[in-house]
């Protein structure tokens, strides 16, 4: 069934209607009667058969011909057309290509469990699917059990709201695609597939759509590499959408197509979910749902492997992603997705890590996005990448709401877009609404520690201290390696003056090049007392400003905490004149409730438009 052929506002299929590719119908489809999930597992079943043996088991020149076929006639055994084709394999087809649907597979994961048991069981013998020339028949990509554990595998669970079997589905999350083929060159087209239908979904109204940090957590690595001869171009996609609470199967389709057409396996994936969702779109919505920013599939595949870098911290990955997303947009001038993620890019390796200075970065992030905004001023990605570009380029904290607002209302389901929203939230000291968009982030990304401790931050900078405490345990649970967060633990307890547990934290984090995670170890050990140690990561500032970029600001915090306000000011001063990424926190940051009294520090908040603390 072509999923690009369903109406939003329609049923998938619906009693006395005829809908889907003619040779790949059910006989139930045929007759015109209440449809289920067994009937696309029949589809399915046909389409196998077709991988299998290289033809059609209900062929016919003529819709009447193959309707009949469906009906009553029996398919050529699959073995006789393949000697090579595994026993079991053909057992599968049979059932799955029952014409009675009370003893077809009944449930998709039936016939996903079966098609597992036979990887297994087989595996031993791979000989037996490479050497027939069936095998290299071009519309396939390899044999067909092999093909078949290739597909990129897609659960959608729907989640039912409320009690009973009739309510509305308004949650859902797109479980990662598994890259099968174990070729780790690969792995950012099942990644990037698997962000593309939810990014498309993130824009339905009424949908709970969890980000991908979450879902990506479920992703199975389990599966052991296989050598395929030569690189192929062929893309084979099984997606299906799930109840997760009655295991029951909605919909399921099987798509093959060139790699080059991979944008409109997500278009049709995305509007066909749309519509077994009964979700009612708008003409627009339609529109936006459909659309694709990208024209040259070079350019996507580049924009594709941007995107798997860009979740990745270290600055050699960071800068990866910037090649990437630039080549993209060499390929295809009018990209606009590539130009914001080439502005995210630069705002991260300089805001968000300082891996840049602030010349080498936020310049190019807001000009990025700008340019992204030019090609196409309805997508959200480029609404929020300007937004974190001017935040730190600019200091321009009405431009950066606007922005953030604007790429809310067009993708209401951006965990990141909340968090971020929620960070500049917070520097205004709006802590309530700071809070309020980092408790939506957490509900769209609930498994992500970066949007969890999130949460906790603004809970710190609110002297919330046990809810900071609280959030940063449960962001440690989902990821133990995480000095950012362990250090800001650290913090939390300090400001409780319970040393002891913020110096056993403290000694845990490792600074690892990262100038926040220092500064903030810098200022616990000089609060606690550990003057020495304090000192010393000071000095690491200096000995490393003589041959890389430094954040002032973050020196500047070591001395307010061993309470020297004149070079604090002194450093922050700097900080102000190089636009130091951090200087946007200075009123809301615990290190300067001190220095609060001094002038200077009402002259720095008074000359970058920050509100006064009380």
């Known amino acids: 069934m072509s999923a690009s052929t369903i109406d939003s506002e329609e049923h998938l299929t619906s009693p006395g209607s005829t809908l889907g590719t003619v040779a790949y ?22 389409v196998l058969y077709e991988m299998a043996t290289g033809a059609l088991p209900f062929r016919g020149e003529t819709s009447g011909v193959i309707f009949k076929a469906i009906l009553d006639g029996k398919p050529t055994s699959a073995v006789r057309l393949n000697p090579d084709l595994p026993a079991e394999l053909e057992r599968i087809i049979n059932k799955a290509l029952e014409k009675d649907r009370d003893v077809r597979y009944q449930h998709a994961s039936d016939i996903r469990a079966d098609l597992k048991r036979l990887k297994r069981d087989t595996e031993s013998d791979k000989a037996a699917f490479g050497a027939s020339s ?34 509305p589905i308004n949650s859902v999350a797109v479980l990662p695609f598994s890259n099968a083929s174990g070729d780790p060159n690969t792995e950012y087209l099942s990644d990037g597939i698997t962000e593309g239908i939810i990014d498309r979904l993130s824009g339905l109204p009424n949908l709970k759509v969890i980000s991908r940090t979450s879902v990506f957590r479920y992703k199975k690595r389990d599966i052991e590499p296989q050598k395929v001869g030569r690189e192929l171009d062929d893309l084979s996609v099984s997606a299906e959408l799930v109840d997760a609470r009655e295991d029951k199967q909605l919909w399921g389709e099987q798509y093959s197509r060139k790699l080059a057409d991979i944008v409109s396996i997500q278009q049709e994936i995305a509007t066909a979910i749309s519509g077994s969702l009964r979700v009612r779109l ?34 050699a990955e960071l800068k990866k992603r910037v090649e990437y997303f630039q080549q993209a947009i060499d390929k295809d001038p009018g990209y606009a997705l590539a130009y914001a993620g080439l502005a995210d890019s630069y705002s991260s390796l300089g805001g968000g890590w300082m891996y840049l200075s602030p010349n080498d970065s936020f310049p190019k992030a807001k000009a990025a996005a700008m340019k992204a905004l030019e090609l196409d001023d309805t997508l959200a990605e480029a609404h929020a990448a300007l937004a974190y570009a001017v935040f730190f380029a600019d200091w321009d904290w009405p431009s950066t709401e606007r922005e953030f607002k604007r790429a809310i209302e067009l993708n209401p389901n951006s965990a990141l877009s909340h968090a971020r929203y929620a960070e500049c939230l917070k520097t205004r000291l709006r802590f309530n609404e700071s809070i309020a ?6 509900e769209l990304d609930p498994l992500s520690p970066d949007i969890v401790s999130q949460l906790g931050n603004v809970h710190f900078m609110a002297r919330r201290y046990d809810e900071s405490i609280a959030e940063f345990q449960k962001a440690l649970d989902l990821n133990p390696n995480l000095p950012v967060v362990r250090a800001m633990l650290a913090l939390a307890y300090a400001m409780k003056r319970m040393y002891p ?11 690892a090049g990262n100038q926040f995670v220092a500064g903030m170890l810098g200022w616990v050990y000089a609060v606690s007392g550990r003057r020495a140690d304090a000192l010393k990561i000071a000095k690491e500032f200096r000995d490393l400003s003589s041959h890389a970029y430094v954040d002032f600001y973050w020196s500047g915090v070591i001395y307010a905490g061993l309470s020297d306000k004149d070079e604090a000011f002194r450093l922050l001063e700097k900080g102000f004149e ?36 009380e």
Do not use: C
Request: proline letters at 6%; charged letters at 20%; hydrophobic letters at 40%.
């Open 578 to 613: 190089e636009h130091s990424a951090a200087m946007p926190y200075l009123a809301v940051d615990p290190f300067w409730y001190g220095m609060r009294s001094d002038p200077r520090y009402g002259d720095l908040l008074r000359r970058m438009g920050l509100p006064q603390p």
């Open 25 to 46: 119908m059910s006989p139930e489809q045929v007759r015109g009667k209440e449809l289920d999930a067994r009937t696309d597992l029949f589809s399915f079943g046909a």
């Open 501 to 511: 547990q913020a110096l056993a934290d403290q000694d845990k984090v490792t600074a």
């Open 282 to 315: 708008t003409s627009e919505e339609k529109t936006r749902l459909a659309k694709s920013s990208a024209t040259n599939p070079e350019a996507y595949q580049l924009y594709l492997k941007g995107r798997y870098h860009a979740n990745q911290t270290t600055a």
């Open 437 to 442: 968009a980092a408790q939506r982030a957490q």
């Open 134 to 167: 069936r095998w290299s028949h071009p519309k396939m990509l390899i044999g067909a059990v092999a093909l078949v554990l290739l597909i990129a595998l897609i659960a959608v669970a729907a989640f039912y709201l409320g009690s009973g079997g009739h309510a």
